[in-house]
């Protein structure tokens, strides 16, 4: 089955080079090329049902033929069939097609719908003239296959016929015993239905990719897609790295010095930390806990276990104002235990940059704090033997794995700890972090009193201020976020400096405080510190403010124009109030009418605060690709998989993957290659 694909009949070099363009080398390649999508050609639609988009076949009897010429000739064939009529619409045509085409004689067509100057219309339909008697609709649904330049469907169709009559050598490479209970029929069949659905395959569920045979290809795509993971991760945990065994003094004295004791999850999670960086192998774990769990208590244990057995740790964060935040915290928790940090930033003047350098590469400071500047040419460890990363998502999988390289020292790799900052539905981090061991801080500190939500029409203004007023009167503090559509950073800039110079006016004898994306990162480190100090009261920040910022005394959080930003962005905006022990709220400030998915999210941040129930509706609304962030899209598509519709496929898929692994050795390369062939596999990216 791996002959090369000119063995099939009519495949030259011309073919054979667009068929390349598809990643398609093999007959192999060519069986596992699947349709992306089918149309039904098997039912008549009537015409007077026809919706803008509907794609479906229509009979019917020409009313009249016209040759109308616009800015150019056109042929127009006014067609009906008793429920309704519908125009034909042919930029190139030939007299003969034109007068096929007379009044009265009846034609079939098929194409996608859309409405017309003068009603629905079908542009350059395929058609044919039907005569009398002439047989019914196809039987089963056709298949479309992605395809490239050059290349027809019917092309593709005529040539994965001649493959699937070769079906039955395709080797079988996930045996019927680990595929198990599920009940999904075996690879030929799967294949061969989904190529070519029989007539009495169900319409509906193949069109929604729920067929059996597809969940079938589903879920061996997935176990590839593990598979692969797994071998990714293996090629850096097969590397040694710097054992981390102490006793936990540093720990100990940093909980002496905390003004409250770590949570049942923080502990838990801490030791999980501590058993994987105790072996000689790299760890690598991703620590997911929603918004205010506590992560950097924990990312800061881990540190300390670091040092403590004489090593570095560097901590990186997406963001400057994120970076800056956790300098903040680490080194109030750090300096008192007699431990340095260095700083580094993309901003940071030449100066600073090299004393930060020098002592880190020195080994005088134990502890680096940054953004992705860490990780640039000059910057040199001591001996680094663990790497955090906040915040996780908005790094890629090759990211990731170029990290890994960094402050690899004698061969050794250190440990990784990655944080995600909004909460990933278990099923979805499954797949996408496949390649990482998974902990969950899924407890908050006591305490904390739930957050208010209310969404509010932006012509209540007026009492949104008040309400700053009143929480303000009361010794607490408030933030305002201004949002733009528009992604430019001047834009964002000029709404936030012309609503804070409103607010200030509103607010009289208020401070108003102003922090957005265009500022000297000194000028924002300074209004945060205020804000912090609650010299500040209101703080007005476009969403630069979005992650990470913690300022406990902050219990009123309004967003403008709340109906333009994302579930997870809001969840995380709101996650900036309800840190202390005051009640906290927030306010939804939007502009009606409100679309429905707007409505939809603003409803689901009203009813939950849970951010793993938000992350699970966000997925529902935006798909994975958006969930995980546009840089990890990539890597989240499949050519039949949907981990969304397929969620219930995953934990068999987990086992799966195990059990082929373990019993099967031989079988994982050759199921990793037919599935990701080429560019597409991470392990030969990286
Ligand atoms: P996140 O998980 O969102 O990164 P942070 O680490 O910023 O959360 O912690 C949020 C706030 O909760 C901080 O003010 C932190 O000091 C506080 N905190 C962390 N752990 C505890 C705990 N066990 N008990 C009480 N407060 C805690
Ligand atoms: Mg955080």
């Not at 009897?61 to 067609?79: F, G, I, K, N, Y």
């Not at 908005?394 to 061969?411: N, P």
């Not at 250190?414 to 899924?442: C, E, F, G, K, N």
Request: proline share 5%; with cysteine; aromatic share 4%.
């Amino acid at each position: 089955m791996t002959e090369p694909i000119t063995a099939l009949k009519g495949v030259g070099p011309k073919m054979a080079a667009r068929l390349e363009r598809l990643g398609i080398a093999t007959v192999t390649d060519l069986l596992f090329h699947l349709p992306a999508r089918y149309q039904d050609r098997t039912r008549l639609v009537a015409i007077g049902s026809l919706r803008p988009g509907d794609e479906g076949v229509v009979e019917g009897e020409v009313d009249h033929t016209e040759v109308v010429a616009r800015s150019r000739r056109m042929l127009l064939v006014h067609l009906s069939d008793g429920t309704g009529g519908i125009t034909l619409r042919f930029f190139h045509f030939s007299g003969a097609q034109q007068q096929a085409m007379a009044r009265g004689s009846r034609l079939r067509c098929f194409g996608e719908a859309r409405m017309g100057k003068a009603g629905m219309e079908l542009v350059h339909p395929e058609y044919r003239i039907l005569r009398e008697g002439e047989a019914a609709v196809e039987e089963s649904l056709t298949p479309i296959y992605p395809t490239t330049e050059g290349l027809h469907q019917m092309s593709l169709r005529r040539l994965t016929d001649e493959a699937l009559a070769r079906l039955d050598r395709i080797p079988e490479w996930l045996p019927a015993h680990i595929l198990d209970s599920s009940g999904l029929p075996d690879l030929v069949t799967a294949l061969r239905t989904v190529h070519r659905p029989p007539p009495d395959a169900p319409v509906s569920s193949l069109l929604e990719g729920r067929h059996p045979a597809q969940r079938r290809l589903a879920f061996e795509e997935l176990v590839a897609h593990h598979l692969s993971l797994g071998r990714v991760r293996a090629r850096t945990t097969d590397q040694p790295a710097p054992p981390v065994q102490v006793p936990g003094e540093l720990v100990r004295r940093l909980r002496d010095n905390l003004p409250f004791s770590l949570t049942g999850a923080q502990q838990r999670v801490i030791q999980e930390l501590v058993t994987d960086m105790a072996r000689p192998h790299p760890m690598l774990r991703l620590v997911q806990g929603d918004v205010g769990a506590g992560k950097t208590l924990v990312a800061v244990a881990a540190c300390l276990h670091a040092v403590e057995a004489g090593y570095q740790a560097a901590v990186m964060a997406p963001t400057e104002i994120l970076a800056e935040q956790h300098h903040r915290n680490f080194k109030a928790l750090l300096e008192p235990l007699g431990i340095e940090v260095a700083w580094f930033s993309g901003k940071q003047g030449v100066r600073s940059r090299r004393e930060a350098s020098e002592a880190l590469a020195s080994g005088q400071a134990q502890v680096a704090v940054g953004t992705h500047a860490l990780f640039q040419g000059d910057v040199t460890f001591h001996d680094l033997a663990l790497v955090v990363v906040d915040e996780q998502h908005r790094f890629g999988v090759h990211q990731r794995m170029a990290l890994r390289e960094k402050g690899a020292r004698d061969g050794r790799l250190p440990h990784q700890l990655i944080m995600t900052a909004t909460p990933i539905p278990r099923t979805l981090a499954m797949t996408a972090y496949a390649d990482l061991d998974y902990s969950v801080i899924d407890e908050l500190p006591p305490g904390r009193t739930p957050i208010k939500t209310v969404a509010l029409s932006d012509d209540r203004r007026d009492e949104v201020v008040q309400r700053i007023h009143h929480a303000i009167g009361e010794g607490r503090q408030a933030y305002w976020v201004c949002t733009l559509v528009e992604e430019s950073d001047v834009l964002q800039a000029q709404a936030a400096e012309d609503t804070h110079a409103q607010l200030e006016e509103a607010l009289e004898g208020i401070r108003v405080g102003l922090v957005h994306g265009r500022m000297k990162p000194r000028d924002k480190e300074a209004v945060m510190a205020r804000f912090k100090a609650g010299e500040v009261q209101l703080l007005v920040a476009t969403t630069v403010i979005e992650v990470g910022v913690d300022v406990p005394n902050a219990s009123l959080m309004i967003i403008e124009n709340a109906e333009r930003l994302g579930l997870a962005q809001l969840h995380q905006l709101r996650g900036r109030v309800g840190r202390g022990e005051a009640a906290s709220a927030c306010v939804l400030m939007y502009h009606p009418p409100l679309s429905q998915t707007a409505h939809r999210r603003l409803e689901a941040l009203r009813n939950s605060t849970d951010g793993f129930e938000i992350a699970r509706i966000d997925l529902d609304l935006r798909g994975p690709g958006e969930v995980l962030g546009t840089r990890q899209t990539g890597m989240m598509q499949f050519r039949i998989a949907d981990v969304v519709r397929d969620q219930d496929l995953l934990e068999d898929v987990k086992a799966a993957a195990g059990r082929l692994a373990a019993e099967h050795p031989d079988h994982v390369d050759p199921l990793i290659d037919r599935w990701l062939s080429g560019s597409q596999e991470y392990g030969r990216v990286g």
